[in-house]
């Protein structure tokens, strides 16, 4: 955030076993100044974001997914206010992302099985799904299985929005990128061989800026893949200097 900036995070909370607590916090505030925390209930925090206006949160809990006003007072504080919305998803949610109307939601993440450790064992997650929520008293949701594996495990998040917002792009352990509609959940091989069980690259982490999208692997050492999705010829850059 920059200087006078608001925000809210999400930060362990070592009394309570790991849970996690949604917390207001203050660039160069005044040190002694109370954190708020809140919807402790809520236990540990797998999902997190604000909308474009940032006058609505949301958030998720493994399978369960919310939506809530923020509160700003005169002081410059932000608190969590009115639950709007609540639902229970048929996975792990690790990705959420608001539409520029805040009126859907976006969630994906993957299946996870009770016995299964989401940090050690990330490659026995399973392949999930993500699914496109209208927000409203009685919310519509629309699922749509995902049937690659995509570089899931541990805080990695290998899905992007489209800046148009009618496309997820989303990348596997192997390398390859796919594309979803939003409106349909249509699924395209963009760019790769599509090697089903291949996971020689791991985890993976996407984000995108401008018409170029950028994925590091936890298994490739340190070069940074770009897909310039312009071209939609992907080609990988060194960057080990920076990656130290």
Known sequence: TSEGEKGILSLPDSGKNGDWQVYDYFVNS??????????????????????????RVALAADKRTGTFDLIYDEHGGVSVGKQRTETILPFSAVWLC??????????????????CDR??????????????????D?????????????????????????????????????????SWNVSSGERNLISGIDRHGDTKLGIAHVA???NTLFCGFNRDG????????????????KMSHMMR
């Open 208 to 210: 995108l800026l401008e």
């Open 138 to 178: 009685s919310p519509k949701i629309s699922f749509h299985q995902f049937d690659i594996n995509l570089g899931w495990g541990s805080s990695g998040v290998p899905l992007v929005l489209s800046k148009d917002e009618r496309t997820i792009f989303g990348v596997d352990k192997s390398g390859c990128l796919y």
């Open 222 to 237: 340190y070069p940074l893949h770009t897909f310039p999705l312009s071209s939609l010829d992907p080609c990988k850059i």
């Open 98 to 115: 608001f539409l520029s109307d805040s009126e859907c939601l976006i969630a994906a993440g993957y299946d996870l099985d009770s016995s």
């Open 119 to 136: 940090y050690f064992n990330w490659h026995q997650l399973g392949v999930g799904c993500w699914a496109h929520i209208k927000l409203s």
């Open 30 to 55: 005044d040190r002694d100044r109370p954190i708020k925390n809140e919807l402790c209930d809520w236990g540990l925090l797998t999902a997190l974001t604000v909308d474009k206006t940032a006058s």
